[in-house]
Structure formats: C-alpha cells, structure tokens
C-alpha cells in the first residue's frame, strides 16, 4: 500500500549455512561442562540422550534448548544417532543433518526427553515485563501467545514495521521514527487530501496519534476495494490491551451540503492488527462517490473532513448519572 501526506490537522482540543550452524552449535556447547556429569549419574536421565550425546548444559531447562535456535523445544524432540537433540523446525532448515556431528538425522524422536519436559514447570518468558504466572512446560507456550504482558507490535500501517515493544516505547517509536502526527485532546476534526482520487484504489494516510485520559488512541484513514466498491474507511485503536479498550467509546462524522455519516464504537486493541480491524469493517466506511460529493466542487479532488471525539465509559453508574466524561 502506499502512503499519502495529504492531510491538513485542525485538533479543537530462511536458510541457514550449515558450517554457521555447526560452528554455531560448537561455540553455544561450551557454556557448562559440569551438567554432563551431574545427568550421567541420575539414571533417570541416563538413558536421554547417551554418554556421547548430550550437550553440556547447567540445568535440565538447558537441555530442553535446541542448540541451533536456542528456543525450548517441544514435541516432536529430535536426535540423530549419537544422540544430539534438536527441534523439528531447525531439523529442516539443517537439512535433516545433525549441527553437532555431521551425522543424518533420520527420524528418531527423543521421547525421554519428551517425558522430562512433561514434569516441568516454568516462569512466563515475559516475566521481566511483569508476568508472575508459572506454567507446565507444555502449557507455557500457549499462555505466552495471548500473555497480556507480552510486547505490543507497532500499530504504524504505513510500511511492514518490526518493531515491538511497550507501549510508552512505542509512542516515543511513533514520533521519532514515523513523525506521525500527535495530539493532546479528545476531539479531532481532520481533512484528508487526494488529488486524482479515482486513480487510487488502494492507500494508506498518514497515522495520527492522539493522547486523552492518559491513554494513547490511534486514528486510521485509507481507500480500498470493498468488493467491487472504492471505498474509504476511518477507524480508531486503542494503545492497550482489549479489556482496556473496552472502557471507552468514539464517534466519527462526516458530510457536507446537508448530509452526513456518522459512526459509534468502541476502539480496538492495537493486539488486533490494522489488516484485521480494516478487513473486519469495524469503522465509518465511505463509499467513494458519496465521498467526492461530500468533498464538493467538480469532485476531481477528494477533500474529506472527519470530525470525531473519544470518551470513557462509566463504570456501574449510577441512578440519574450524568452524560460519559468528556476529557479535559
């Protein structure tokens, strides 16, 4: 997609070498000589990998480290011959070839292993970032991918942006890296800018970011095929996890030459990706040509005000309450 700067702002408020691996693997092995023989003399642990095979590791949880990827691994658990472990995504980008030995590896499953990971119990990879949960080995993976401490994606839609981080992080990112637009305040009142409108069927305008409640909201503009319809869409997402999106609502409004539209929701969580909120119709969607009419003159020129505020929903008001806050 590509990005537009047409916007005035008026704010009322993978393949690996296998010599790299196998140097690789060689260099990470050395980090502990002294847990071989500790799991040589538990007989428990024996008959794992063999006298010959097991990597040096300081703990069992090292065990469990594929030595190519240094990620956990989890089942299937593959060995080659002699007894080296390693995941099964590394076991194809190996090419099937044991990183330690050189030897092929087959389809020999590490089922020991296997049952070892089985009695474990393990902190929550975030658990710097705050998670306290303790989890089964194999219950620990799931947890992580919905864990409400794990790391935000940048929600910048312009470009296929990597970066992840917390959310103070991410606005500092936002800034300095994309110069997207910020505003302090809960009402906006935007126009967005084309020339030569019906050339475009597919874009993306500049973010803008705004800063109300002590909470970060991010304001999307685009044109896409919806169907066989040109359309263009506005949508908010909140900075945050879901449950805390939930505590507010916005309202978009667009018109001109007494007509108007008008749409009233709740932000979605930056967790829900920009491709799957704009997919999902979950926004004030403009058809084209309603657009150009509300943009007036010859309608060669898209011109496109969007007026817009955001509030936080009370909690359990009540009786005789008054209207939901308004920032200040």
């Known amino acids: 997609m590509m990005e537009l700067d047409g916007i005035e702002c008026v704010s009322s408020s993978d393949g690996f070498d296998e010599d790299e691996i196998y140097q690789h693997h060689q260099f990470s092995s050395s980090k502990s000589r002294n847990a071989t023989a500790n799991y040589n003399n538990n007989n428990n642990i024996n008959n794992v990998i063999g006298s010959t095979a097991i990597a040096p590791a300081t703990n069992v949880h090292e065990l469990l480290e594929c030595p190519v990827c240094t990620n956990s691994m989890y089942p299937p658990i593959h060995q080659c011959h002699n ?9 194809i980008r190996v090419h099937n070839r044991c990183p330690t030995c050189r030897q092929e590896l087959g389809d020999i499953r590490c089922l020991a292993l296997e049952k070892v990971a089985e009695s474990l119990e393990l902190p929550c990879k975030y658990c710097n970032l705050g998670c306290l949960e303790i989890f089964p080995y194999y219950s620990k993976l799931k947890h992580e991918v919905v864990c409400n401490f794990r790391p935000y994606n940048c929600p910048y839609a312009g470009s296929e942006c990597s970066t992840v981080g917390d959310i103070p992080f991410l606005v500092s ?14 009402t906006f009142n935007h126009r967005y800018v084309k020339s030569n409108p019906r050339e475009v069927e597919n874009a993306t305008w500049m973010l803008t970011v705004f800063n ?7 304001l999307h503009f685009e044109a896409f095929q919806l169907g066989m319809a040109p359309v ?22 667009v018109g001109a030459n007494g007509r108007k539209l008008t749409w009233e929701g709740a932000p979605r969580s930056i967790r829900d990706s920009h491709q799957k909120v704009r997919d999902s119709h979950d926004g004030l969607i403009i058809q084209r040509n309603m657009a150009l009419f509300f943009s007036g003159g010859d309608r060669k020129e898209l011109k496109l005000r969007v007026t817009g505020r955001i509030w936080k929903e009370q909690q359990n008001p009540e009786p005789n309450a008054c209207m939901p806050n308004l920032c200040s």
């Open 83 to 91: 007894g080296h472990t390693l995941c099964s995504t590394c076991k």
């Open 232 to 253: 263009y869409m506005a949508f908010l997402r909140f900075m945050g996890d879901e449950a805390e999106a939930r505590s507010y609502s916005y309202s978009l409004e």
């Open 173 to 186: 990112h936002l800034k300095d890296d994309h110069k997207v637009d910020m505003h302090t305040g809960c």
């Open 212 to 218: 109300c409640f002590g909470q970060y909201f991010c």
